[in-house]
């Protein structure tokens, strides 16, 4: 196992930066490598590896979503107002819609199938597009209209609402009922995750302040309450829905507002612990895709993704409207809102892994997803900020 894991990294590594020269995202080189190094191809790990893959998947997004917590201000979210708000879940909403009308057309699946996909493939990627927006905080371009805020604060949000959703679907796919009492357990598991992360993070923060420990030893006491709350979603499933991975994203968030001093030390640590998740997370999604299905599935999946893309372009449209916002910066959002990766990596194979039998087309559509996507996403801000935003050092 340890073979594997030294060729993960290694490989993941050596490929990531082979992209990065081309100009492009790092993590379509580590799911390549997760691909060439599969069962499917060379099949160089280990069977132990693959076998605890989704626990390793789930502790990147654990990693993911306490690190967008910590980094997240509320106040972004006030200053830009009622458009932030509305990026938080009108994007996925149209791109969910779109799934649920054109999959069951082309590739036959029933409409509760379809509604996983498009859970699946509607989230953002704060992996990408954060840094990015940061860069242009930086440089104070599109500063006048907080643009860079306005996409950060949205996609930070966008991925909770859209993992609910998707949660609450693969339950009802589980169960085998759709009725509104099942949809009705979506805001209560919204509430209660709110509530959970909330409590635990004012005890956090008291322990923190009582007791001298130094940020190495806090973060391993966050990363095991934020294991205990995804425990105690499994623990309550039949008795009330609670979100743990909100849980573990309010934690994060009360810990900023309640001291930004740590949160932003703590933000650092888990930057330095991203990297290393970053690496396993995307080479073992890509080590969990079958190369013959996913050629087989190619083309309809593809048509489906552009066209729920088109959709969360619409969306974004949607929510900039009667804003400040000229039509170069409009359209600069909705580029910018496009790029998928983390949230499809960690939780694509998920379906699969439950035993439903659209497993193997999810998880296809969120690989692809990810290598289309990701690439246009991150190229599109790179090379049209300059044209489409103000520059407010002129």
């Given at each position: 196992?340890?073979?594997?894991?030294?060729?993960?990294?290694?490989?993941?590594?050596?490929?990531?930066?082979?992209?990065?020269?081309?100009?492009?995202?790092?993590?379509?080189?580590?799911?390549?490598?997760?691909?060439?190094?599969?069962?499917?191809?060379?099949?160089?790990?280990?069977?132990?590896?693959?076998?605890?893959?989704?626990?390793?998947?789930?502790?990147?997004?654990?990693?993911?979503?306490?690190?967008?917590?910590?980094?997240?201000?509320?106040?972004?979210?006030?200053?830009?107002?009622?458009?932030?708000?509305?990026?938080?879940?009108?994007?996925?909403?149209?791109?969910?819609?779109?799934?649920?009308?054109?999959?069951?057309?082309?590739?036959?699946?029933?409409?509760?199938?379809?509604?996983?996909?498009?859970?699946?493939?509607?989230?953002?990627?704060?992996?990408?597009?954060?840094?990015?927006?940061?860069?242009?905080?930086?440089?104070?371009?599109?500063?006048?209209?907080?643009?860079?805020?306005?996409?950060?604060?949205?996609?930070?949000?966008?991925?909770?609402?859209?993992?609910?959703?998707?949660?609450?679907?693969?339950?009802?796919?589980?169960?085998?009922?759709?009725?509104?009492?099942?949809?009705?357990?979506?805001?209560?598991?919204?509430?209660?995750g709110i509530l959970a992360g909330?409590?635990?993070?004012?005890?956090?923060?008291?322990?923190?302040?009582?007791?001298?420990?130094?940020?190495?030893?806090?973060?391993?006491?966050?990363?095991?309450?934020?294991?205990?709350?995804?425990?105690?979603?499994?623990?309550?499933?039949?008795?009330?829905?609670?979100?743990?991975?909100?849980?573990?994203?309010s934690m994060g968030i009360l810990?900023?507002?309640?001291?930004?001093?740590?949160?932003?030390?703590?933000?650092?640590?888990?930057?330095?612990?991203?990297?290393?998740?970053?690496?396993?997370?995307?080479?073992?999604?890509?080590?969990?895709?079958?190369?013959?299905?996913?050629?087989?599935?190619?083309?309809?999946?593809?048509?489906?993704?552009?066209?729920?893309?088109?959709?969360?372009?619409?969306?974004?449209?949607?929510?900039?409207?009667?804003?400040?916002?000229?039509?170069?910066?409009?359209?600069?959002?909705?580029?910018?809102?496009?790029?998928?990766?983390?949230?499809?990596?960690?939780?694509?194979?998920?379906?699969?892994?439950?035993?439903?039998?659209?497993?193997?087309?999810?998880?296809?559509?969120?690989?692809?997803?990810?290598?289309?996507?990701?690439?246009?996403?991150?190229?599109?801000?790179?090379?049209?900020?300059?044209?489409?935003?103000?520059?407010?050092?002129?």
């Open positions: 196992m340890l073979t594997s894991l030294a060729i993960i990294f290694l490989l993941g590594l050596l490929m990531g930066s082979i992209f990065n020269k081309l100009k492009l995202p790092s993590l379509i080189g580590m799911i390549f490598t997760g691909i060439l190094i599969s069962p499917y191809a060379f099949n160089l790990l280990d069977e132990k590896i693959l076998s605890i893959s989704p626990d390793l998947r789930q502790l990147a997004l654990v990693i993911i979503l306490t690190r967008a917590g910590l980094s997240l201000d509320i106040k972004d979210l006030k200053k830009v107002g009622r458009p932030a708000i509305l990026m938080c879940f009108v994007p996925a909403c149209f791109e969910i819609l779109a799934v649920v009308i054109i999959a069951p057309k082309i590739l036959g699946v029933t409409v509760l199938e379809a509604a996983i996909m498009g859970a699946v493939v509607a989230a953002v990627s704060p992996a990408i597009i954060v840094p990015r927006m940061i860069n242009l905080i930086e440089k104070k371009i599109g500063k006048e209209n907080s643009i860079p805020q306005l996409i950060m604060a949205g996609a930070s949000v966008d991925d909770i609402f859209v993992i609910v959703l998707f949660t609450a679907f693969t339950g009802l796919a589980k169960g085998g009922d759709i009725s509104l009492s099942s949809f009705a357990q979506i805001p209560i598991s919204i509430i209660m909330v409590f635990m993070g004012i005890i956090l923060i008291k322990l923190f302040k009582k007791v001298n420990l130094n940020d190495s030893i806090k973060i391993i006491i966050i990363l095991s309450v934020s294991f205990l709350l995804i425990e105690l979603q499994n623990q309550l499933e039949n008795i009330i829905p609670l979100s743990g991975l909100l849980a573990i994203m810990i900023k507002g309640k001291d930004e001093d740590i949160a932003v030390r703590l933000s650092s640590k888990y930057n330095e612990l991203w990297m290393a998740a970053e690496i396993v997370l995307f080479v073992l999604v890509g080590a969990t895709v079958n190369i013959k299905y996913a050629l087989q599935a190619g083309i309809p999946v593809v048509i489906i993704i552009l066209f729920a893309l088109v959709f969360r372009m619409i969306g974004v449209y949607v929510c900039l409207i009667k804003t400040k916002l000229s039509r170069k910066e409009r359209l600069f959002c909705m580029i910018a809102y496009t790029p998928k990766a983390t949230v499809q990596a960690a939780i694509g194979s998920i379906p699969l892994s439950m035993g439903l039998d659209c497993g193997n087309l999810v998880l296809t559509v969120a690989v692809l997803a990810i290598l289309i996507t990701a690439p246009f996403g991150s190229i599109g801000i790179d090379s049209t900020y300059k044209k489409l935003l103000c520059n407010d050092n002129k």
